[in-house]
């Protein structure tokens, strides 16, 4: 396991936490934010799914990125802003942001309520980016729930039909109830991973009122019963565990990774506990990094309020 000892400040895990999403920090490309200006939407209508993404082309490039963002996250999240604008600035590359299904206000696209187990429609829409954008090289980055998106999809990479250089996950949950019962325990991670999921399901009744026909959903305080009352009526599994177990990163995932792989994790990320990357089994296509310091998706370096990940992404892609 690689020693990382990047200049992290500051140092407090919760002010790394909020910075990684913190609108503060697009002060920087307030002026040049690129990817924002010369993007184009895309709708991508797959077999599973109506999707959306954005793409950034640049003449020639040479490379393609196709960033995926954390659970209740977006194409314009803070860290896929400043990613995509980092790359497309000093590398000749094409960028595609994709929006998971009922997030960044596509919640209109699909009847049915997106979970953690959407793999299939991923994976069909990475491989339709990659068709319609054609790179000899294509790397794969994900934020959180999207760095487990991106490990899931490298190990099913040869099922799919989809051919990816290189994969970086950041701050992934390895084991997704151990992530929750993390979550759970402090008041202010799960207020606002509450909040904000209230505030996309609100989105989703708006659109499909006959999927919450008498459902009291907005009085549950609890986001592990929320979990459990939506997935049971839902989906097809039987409980939040056999749910949780369904997209953890197991020994199978890990052994099914055949592409050069990146995992960035901090020790003090409250959200994802350390301890599950020592049940991780060795695969000698998966380097791990660990910092002390960065908190979840953090990893901010000082006032210039740049992260560590995306010098790591530059100088190793």
């Given at each position: 396991?690689p020693?990382?000892k990047?200049?992290?400040?500051?140092?407090?895990?919760?002010?790394?936490?909020?910075?990684?999403?913190?609108?503060?920090?697009?002060?920087r490309?307030?002026?040049?934010?690129?990817?924002k200006?010369?993007?184009?939407?895309i709708?991508l209508?797959?077999?599973s799914?109506?999707?959306?993404?954005?793409?950034?082309?640049?003449?020639?490039a040479?490379?393609?990125?196709?960033?995926?963002?954390?659970?209740?996250?977006?194409?314009?999240?803070?860290?896929?802003?400043?990613?995509?604008?980092?790359l497309?600035?000093?590398?000749?590359?094409?960028i595609?942001?994709?929006?998971?299904?009922?997030h960044?206000?596509?919640?209109?696209?699909?009847?049915e309520?997106?979970?953690?187990?959407?793999?299939?429609?991923?994976?069909?829409?990475?491989?339709?980016?990659?068709?319609?954008?054609?790179?000899?090289?294509v790397?794969?980055?994900?934020?959180?729930?999207?760095?487990?998106f991106?490990?899931?999809?490298?190990?099913?990479?040869k099922?799919?039909?989809?051919?990816?250089?290189?994969?970086?996950?950041?701050?992934?949950?390895?084991?997704?109830?151990?992530?929750?019962?993390?979550?759970?325990?402090?008041?202010?991670?799960?207020?606002y991973?509450?909040?904000?999921?209230?505030?996309?399901?609100?989105?989703?009744?708006?659109?499909?009122?006959?999927?919450?026909?008498n459902?009291?959903?907005?009085?549950?305080?609890?986001?592990?019963?929320?979990?459990e009352?939506?997935?049971?009526?839902?989906?097809?599994?039987?409980?939040?565990?056999?749910?949780?177990?369904?997209?953890?990163i197991?020994?199978?995932?890990?052994?099914?990774?055949?592409?050069?792989?990146?995992?960035?994790?901090?020790?003090?990320?409250?959200?994802?506990?350390?301890s599950?990357?020592?049940?991780?089994?060795?695969?000698?296509?998966?380097?791990?990094?660990?910092?002390?310091?960065?908190?979840?998706?953090?990893?901010?370096?000082?006032?210039?309020?740049q992260?560590?990940?995306?010098?790591?992404i530059?100088?190793?892609?």
């Amino acid at each position: 396991m690689p020693t990382c000892k990047p200049s992290i400040k500051p140092k407090n895990k919760h002010l790394q936490s909020f910075l990684a999403s913190s609108k503060i920090r697009l002060l920087r490309i307030f002026n040049s934010n690129t990817i924002k200006t010369f993007s184009e939407k895309i709708q991508l209508n797959l077999k599973s799914a109506v999707l959306e993404g954005y793409v950034t082309k640049k003449e020639k490039a040479e490379k393609l990125y196709i960033l995926l963002h954390g659970w209740e996250g977006s194409v314009e999240s803070t860290y896929i802003q400043l990613l995509a604008n980092e790359l497309y600035k000093n590398k000749n590359s094409t960028i595609f942001r994709l929006n998971f299904r009922d997030h960044g206000e596509t919640h209109h696209l699909n009847k049915e309520l997106f979970h953690s187990c959407r793999l299939e429609e991923v994976c069909e829409a990475i491989k339709r980016v990659t068709e319609l954008y054609p790179h000899k090289n294509v790397i794969l980055c994900g934020f959180s729930l999207g760095g487990n998106f991106a490990l899931r999809v490298a190990a099913n990479a040869k099922r799919y039909g989809i051919k990816i250089t290189k994969v970086f996950a950041i701050s992934p949950p390895i084991n997704p109830k151990n992530s929750m019962l993390a979550i759970e325990k402090s008041s202010l991670y799960s207020k606002y991973f509450l909040r904000k999921w209230k505030k996309s399901l609100v989105k989703k009744e708006k659109n499909f009122p006959e999927n919450f026909d008498n459902n009291q959903y907005q009085e549950i305080k609890s986001l592990d019963k929320l979990t459990e009352v939506l997935i049971l009526k839902n989906t097809d599994y039987n409980s939040t565990d056999e749910y949780f177990k369904a997209y953890e990163i197991n020994t199978q995932v890990v052994k099914s990774i055949l592409t050069p792989t990146h995992i960035l994790m901090a020790e003090d990320d409250p959200v994802i506990p350390y301890s599950d990357f020592d049940e991780l089994e060795e695969n000698q296509n998966i380097t791990l990094y660990i910092t002390k310091h960065g908190g979840h998706c953090g990893f901010i370096t000082g006032w210039n309020m740049q992260s560590w990940v995306e010098k790591h992404i530059l100088e190793n892609s």
